[in-house]
């Protein structure tokens, strides 16, 4: 039997911890590597420089051209972006067709006769298609065109992260799951909740929310807000909206009216200074100034349009993060209205 003498068996102690600390970086590295590849880590903002060069330009074209048509479709754009986002992530699911297989996420509540874009969309990958075949995902056709929308309209400007696949199918019962997608008539708390069950803070929930600067809602979604939300509604402001939105139900169901009755064409921050003078059109709108948590930076942004733009977007580039499919998850959709 061999003795070791006390520095003998000192050198070997070292020996092993340092061989078990080596065994533990790499058991840490391989740990990130994996997390990283189900992750956003892999999108950039160059993604498709030299793939598809002119991709940034042939998105822009279209967009211009659909929004120059009509205001209202960059805000349907950015609202299609945010609704892909909160349901199986970024993947482009939404843009979907029912098959024998699935229904899609269209026909959901919070979709239905509501959000709207999908032509644009095909018009969009269309032109890509000519340029640079089954290479852009439609999941990032979306992000880029949410981002070009909000610009054409006056707001911020943001490098969009790309490198998003798209899916293979879609789930109509997730997108009416409730919480998921946040519900026009949803308290403050419900909000918070189904932000932070995306990753998002509370921050960025109202900083997002001001992209109702633009766009318009139907009567449907907010007759109750301007019958029955008495002590939270400027009178004035609901007796207006009541002149084209009758009580009774099936009276006017589809007219519509802007979210934000200053300027509704343009990206700006009178979202928030409706919201103070009790003037947000939809109960979740309102929520956010109702004596709550979010009362002060309401506040902050109404004074501040350049804070805002600059929380905008921020985080709209951590809602493109949402659980993006990337490397060999998912397809390049040739069609985004269907799986190849």
């Known amino acids: 039997m061999v003795a070791f003498s006390s520095s003998s068996s000192s050198s070997f102690s070292s020996s092993c911890w340092t061989t078990r600390a080596r065994m533990m970086v790499v058991l840490i590295v391989l740990v990130i590597s994996m997390l990283s590849g189900s992750t956003s880590a892999q999108l950039s903002t160059n993604f498709y420089s030299k793939s598809c060069p002119k991709l940034l330009a042939t998105v822009k074209s279209v967009v211009k051209s659909a929004v120059n048509k009509e205001k209202r479709m960059g805000a349907s754009l950015l609202r299609l972006h945010f609704h892909d986002c909160f349901v199986q992530g970024c993947d482009g699911s939404i843009l979907l067709d029912d098959t024998s297989s699935f229904k899609g996420e269209k026909t959901a509540f919070a979709n239905n006769n509501s ?158 200074k409706n919201l103070i003078n009790k003037k947000g059109l939809l109960h979740s709108d309102q929520a956010l100034y109702n004596g709550g948590s979010t009362d002060s930076l309401v506040k902050k942004y109404s004074k501040n349009p350049a804070l805002f733009n600059s929380h905008f977007a921020r985080a709209m580039i951590k809602m493109g993060n949402i659980r993006p499919l990337t490397g060999s998850r998912g397809e390049i959709r040739k069609n985004c209205r269907k799986a190849n």
């Not at 803070?201 to 109702?212: E, F, N, P, Q, W």
């Open 115 to 272: 959000v709207r874009g999908y032509n644009v969309i095909d018009d969009i990958k269309s032109a890509i298609e000519k340029v640079c075949p089954g290479i852009v995902s439609c999941a990032d056709i979306v992000a880029i065109a949410a981002r070009d929308s909000t610009v054409l309209l006056g707001g911020p400007n943001w490098k969009v992260k790309l490198g998003r696949r798209d899916s293979k199918t879609a789930s109509l019962s997730a997108a009416n799951s409730p919480g998921v997608l946040p519900s026009p008539f949803s308290n403050l708390s419900a909000l918070i909740s189904s932000f932070q069950n995306q990753g998002l803070s509370t921050t960025d929930l109202v900083a997002l929310s001001g992209s109702y600067t633009i766009g318009e809602s139907r009567c449907t979604i907010f007759r109750d807000r301007i019958y029955n939300d008495t002590n939270t509604i400027a009178a004035s402001f609901a007796k207006k909206r009541q002149r084209k939105c009758p009580r009774k139900t099936g009276s006017g169901d589809d007219n519509l009216a802007p979210l934000d009755l200053e300027t509704p064409a343009f990206f700006d921050n009178n979202y928030y």
